[in-house]
């Protein structure tokens, strides 16, 4: 069966508006927009918490039961292979935590929803650090000032922001969980080594 070409939304009906043209609540569809990332914001701060959790224990099972079963004096084949094994769980504990670290922490994070734009035009009235930068007089009068188009412009500057960080997120915790996952198959090995002897 040939399948059809896929047509736009305004090719298939030009009666439809845009979402600037359509008369919508843009307050509550702002406000949807934003509760949505800062709950999926809190869910990554949930995920690399618990990444470093994991990190934890596997670094506390690496030092209680591995190095007691090497004999340091007389290595043999098995010895080395499991010192091997445990420097590649080491580095991958760290490597797993560092990433589960700059995940939690914004700061490593911080992303401004103007920073392409002039100095003066950078301020956006919805963005906290842009907001605390001003006095309360100076932002009170900008704000009341904003058109709404203004204001719609840096709501979403704002969301696109919290979207970038929350892209930054979920990309520093699936590196941290892959060196978790190495960590584990490593993890995995030694108990196979020690268990060998």
Do not use: C
């Not at 979402?19 to 690399?48: C, G, H, S, W």
């Not at 094994?85 to 700061?107: C, D, E, K, M, Q």
């Not at 709501?155 to 060196?179: D, E, M, P, T, W």
């Amino acid at each position: 069966m040939e399948e059809k070409p896929r047509l736009s939304i305004r090719e298939r009906s030009p009666l439809m508006k845009t979402v600037e043209e359509y008369p919508i609540d843009f307050t509550r569809l702002f406000y949807m927009l934003q509760i949505d990332l800062e709950q999926q914001i809190n869910r990554a701060d949930r995920k690399a918490q618990l990444v470093l959790s994991a990190n934890a224990l596997f670094a506390a099972l690496a030092t209680g039961t591995s190095f007691s079963n090497l004999n340091l004096d007389d290595l043999s084949t098995s010895d080395v292979g499991q010192l091997i094994l445990l420097t590649g769980l080491g580095l991958s504990v760290i490597g797993s935590i560092n990433y589960a670290l700059r995940a939690t922490f914004p700061s490593f994070i911080s992303v401004s929803p103007t920073q392409d734009q002039p100095q003066e035009a950078m301020l956006n009235l919805y963005f906290f650090e842009d907001i605390a930068s001003l006095s309360l007089p100076d932002f009170r009068q900008r704000f009341l000032d904003l058109s709404l188009q203004e204001v719609k412009d840096h709501i979403l500057g704002q969301i696109h922001a919290k979207a970038n960080v929350l892209s930054s997120k979920y990309r520093l915790l699936r590196q941290g969980i892959r060196f978790l996952t190495i960590s584990f198959v490593l993890w995995i090995g030694i108990q196979f080594l020690q268990n060998l002897l």
